[in-house]
């Protein structure tokens, strides 16, 4: 009893202290329920106004996929936002380090997940890096899936391949056994991984990551042992804080190990049964991730995708002209042309407004709009950056139906793919092109490009504010100029709209005017700039 952690009386010191001299650390803010990040306790803990604890240091840890919900809470100027884990120089070295008898093997990796943005991304999780790293050893030269629900496929198959390997010996009936369906495994072959999946799914469901040998066992209805988990899990014995001793704990080797054999779970179920399920947990934050591994396991075979997203979809003006963030994941993850092709038949999808904010999303934006033939206006805004625009842009810029496009808040680390998609937009089918809340850089490659746009009738740019130091660093040499004058001479524009909110740079704007001028289909122009060079606070040109 003497060992014993007496929790109220720890808790109560603290609070009489208001936390000086403690660390708070609340490890995976991703896996606690809505209602509890809604609560009263953890908004006390958020805001730096509140004066609960107000001494004490607190430490927030969570994946990506819940941090911009985080930062949404975060109040006060004691904020402080790193983001950690494997850089692009660490994942490579992890990946050559891996493959250090087959560099060719680690070389084509690399290369492989250039091309890859929502594995990439994933891969900055050292144990996810190491899951993929593992598929790539299992499928040797053929290519890494394309899908984190078809690499988390391959990598169960290796598990269970694994340990087929390790009892063929002392089991000949299971000599000559090929797993190539996850979802139609013989029981009599791989025992307790139906109850391990089910397991995986009510853990997800409820979020639960960590569990007893006993509660394992009762789980898997029956005695736990490693054969039975095929190594999906992981243990590790820890002190228990109320009775003196070790503790063995159990859980999946990552979280999205879990979401993948929760996936498993609800699509072996009948199609009546999915349908119940879904329309209860679709949407959940905490469920996501298993909604996009099941769309990838299933290729959403049977299942009425748009039925079940206009049944959660609030009908208002807003959201109808808004297209739902998961249906466009779940087109992508279940990587079926036919359904996408089907769901876009739909006429709600004419006028689509997308925020991306990684460049996972843009590559799911640039594959939704190869089977969207519907699409005639499109708002496309940047939440950070970068977003990688080539992966959507140069679907943008060549779909046939698209009339109207309006790009916001492209980051400078995007300017250089930006100008190379502007550079092939001969076949574009815009009429309308608008261009808000980017640096002033952003300028040249559009007024280069307008006059490659064929029907090209209006343009609308509005720059973000900007300083006389940031200007200086444009590159915007007479030879450019040249080609911006031509460029606005030859092309179809009727309506030019124009604005600079700084200092800007008087060659180019004066290539702009001259090209204008020459211009005989112009006939709506409105030009507004700053010249502190020949001290004019303002200029304004109109035609």
Not at 176 to 198: A, I, K, M, Q, R
Not at 378 to 392: D, M, T, W, Y
Request: with cysteine; net charge negative.
């Amino acid at each position: 009893a003497s060992d014993r952690v007496n929790i109220q009386l720890i808790s109560k010191i603290i609070e009489e202290t208001n936390g000086k001299g403690v660390i708070l650390v609340l490890d995976g803010y991703d896996e606690i329920s809505d209602d509890m990040k809604k609560s009263q306790f953890m908004q006390n803990i958020l805001k730096s106004s509140s004066l609960y604890l107000s001494e004490c240091d607190i430490v927030i840890t969570s994946c990506p996929v819940t941090m911009p919900e985080l930062l949404s809470d975060l109040e006060g100027p004691g904020g402080h936002v790193e983001i950690l884990g494997f850089k692009t120089k660490q994942i490579h070295s992890y990946i050559k380090s891996y493959f250090n008898q087959n560099g060719q093997l680690a070389a084509k990796l690399i290369e492989k997940l250039k091309t890859l943005p929502s594995v990439c991304g994933m891969c900055r999780i050292p144990v996810i890096l190491q899951i993929v790293c593992r598929v790539q050893e299992y499928l040797g030269e053929a290519g890494l899936p394309h899908t984190m629900s078809g690499i988390y496929a391959k990598y169960i198959f290796r598990q269970l391949i694994e340990f087929i390997e390790s009892i063929q010996s002392v089991n000949p009936l299971i000599q000559g056994v090929s797993v190539t369906d996850l979802l139609n495994l013989p029981n009599n072959v791989f025992p307790h991984f139906t109850e391990l999946c089910e397991m995986a799914y009510k853990f997800s469901v409820n979020q639960i990551l960590v569990l007893s040998q006993s509660d394992l066992s009762a789980a898997l209805r029956g005695s736990a042992h490693r054969g039975s988990i095929y190594g999906l899990l992981t243990t590790e014995s820890v002190n228990d804080l109320f009775v003196p001793g070790l503790l063995e704990l159990y859980m999946f080797t990552h979280k999205t190990v879990q979401e993948a054999l929760a996936a498993v779970y609800v699509a072996k179920q009948t199609p009546e049964k999915q349908w119940e399920i879904w329309k209860e947990q679709f949407g959940r934050t905490e469920m996501v991730e298993v909604w996009k591994f099941y769309c990838g396991f299933t290729k959403l075979l049977h299942f009425d995708l748009l039925k079940l997203v206009n049944s959660k979809s609030r009908q208002s003006e807003r959201e109808k002209k808004a297209l739902p963030p998961l249906l466009m994941i779940s087109l992508y993850e279940a990587d079926s042309e036919d359904l996408a092709r089907a769901v876009f038949t739909d006429a709600m999808f004419k006028d689509i407004t997308f925020t991306s904010s990684s460049a996972y999303e843009t590559a799911i934006l640039g594959y939704c709009l190869q089977f969207n033939s519907n699409i005639e206006k499109l708002e496309f805004k940047a939440k950070r950056s970068p977003i990688q625009v080539e992966l959507a842009l140069p679907a943008v810029l060549t779909h046939k139906n698209l009339k109207e496009l309006t790009i916001q808040s492209l980051g400078k680390s995007d300017l250089d793919k930006f100008g190379e998609c502007l550079e092939g937009c001969e076949s574009s089918s815009l009429q309308t092109l608008k261009i808000g809340d980017m640096a002033a850089e952003f300028a040249i490659p559009v007024l280069l490009s307008v006059s490659k746009m064929p029907i090209l009738t209006e343009i609308e740019y509005t720059g973000k504010k900007v300083t006389t130091t940031e200007i200086r660093k444009i590159s915007c040499d007479q030879s450019t100029c040249d080609l911006i004058e031509k460029s606005l001479m030859e092309s179809a524009l009727k309506k030019f709209h124009f604005s600079i909110q700084g200092p800007s740079l008087p060659k180019l704007i004066v290539s702009v005017i001259c090209g204008l001028l020459c211009n005989n289909n112009l006939v709506d122009c409105y030009l507004k700039s700053f010249f502190p060079d020949l001290r004019l606070r303002e200029c304004v040109f109109l035609m």
